[in-house]
């Protein structure tokens, strides 16, 4: 019994096998099975191949590089600053040209403030005091300017005062603008320089007209005429996301530029062009809310004759812009093949198990042959 089992397994492995296919006369059936295969095959050519250019490759390591630059001057005449000219300096930061930078449009400035002690400011809450034991020694008002004294100072005949601290003062009391500091600022430009490259096609391309006229760069703006200018005038950015400039350039908010590069690299180069789409992305809220705009605090220090240490305090308003390179996606052909093919394989068992069943009824109406290959 052993000895027979084995000789039947090595026989086995020299056998060929083949697939018995059965063949339907039958008009119905055929029809159907060839409708099926040409709808599949015109999927696959028109739609995938044609439409949506699945013969293709993808590169997914698309390496991009941004460079800003901003330009424009405007004067003002403060009571905190004086007849003030202001430029490239003065309201960019940060000064490099990277894919975020700060526009300031607005300010609150506390000039002259040494570290000395004196009162918190009336609108923290907790430096609210009616005694000295309400103000605890040592203790940092971590809302507030500085670090507790000690002391209630109370003003006039009235209980309620505040503590007194130990920070640099005077303390910043004064309430934002009703007007934009810098409200000439919309008619600032930003020069934004784009470089992609995707190495696995070996193909580099810039955002920027490749002329050798040095002037273009100095007289041309974006729009719809100009899509190669990469010199963007600041309101009209702020216009294209639906916003209105002197309303953001009061509070402050944050701006997106999307450069999107969606390339069919059967064409020429030069077909090859950037989309750019803008937005707000600081969510707006209706009315004076505190989550509305953008704005943080910096100053600027000095040293006096005597060689004490003062400081400018500066609130700063202003639009955050925030640069960013998308990339093409595109489905490789292997895996679309791959599918077609599949499906072509899905519609053969279909139509044989058809066929064998007008083989088996053959006999009885005349319009079935069964044909066995083996």
Known sequence: ????????????????????????????????????????????????????????????????????????????????????????????????????????????????QRQGTCAESESIPDAVCYEDSDCPPGEPIMAGNGVRTGRCLQSGNTQRGTCEIFAWCPVETKSRPEKPLLDKAEDFTIYIKNFIHFP???????????????????SCRFGPKNPYCPIFRLGSVVSWTGSNFQEIALQGGVIGIQIEWNCDLDKAPSECNPRYYFSRLDRRFPGNSVSSGYNFRFAKYYRDEAGVEFRTLMKAYGIRFDV??????????IINLASGVALMGVVQPRGEWKGECGAAAGPADGRGVARGVG
């Open 1 to 112: 019994m052993g000895q027979a089992g084995c000789k039947r397994l090595s026989q086995s492995l020299f056998d060929y096998k083949t697939e018995k296919y059965v063949i339907a006369k039958n008009k119905k059936v055929g029809l159907l099975y060839r409708l099926l295969q040409v709808s599949i095959l015109t999927y696959l050519v028109a739609w995938v191949f044609l439409v949506k250019k699945g013969y293709q490759d993808i590169d997914t390591s698309l390496q991009s590089s941004v460079i800003t630059k901003v330009k424009g001057v405007t004067f003002t005449n403060t009571s905190e600053l004086g007849e003030r000219l202001w430029d490239v300096a003065d309201y960019v930061i940060p000064p490099q040209g990277e894919n975020i930078f700060f526009v300031i449009t607005n300010l609150i400035v506390t000039p002259n």
């Open 200 to 218: 696995k096609f070996n193909f580099s391309k810039t955002n920027v007209l490749d002329i050798k006229d040095r002037d273009f760069l100095k």
């Open 324 to 333: 960013m390179a998308g990339k093409f996606s595109i489905i490789p052909t």
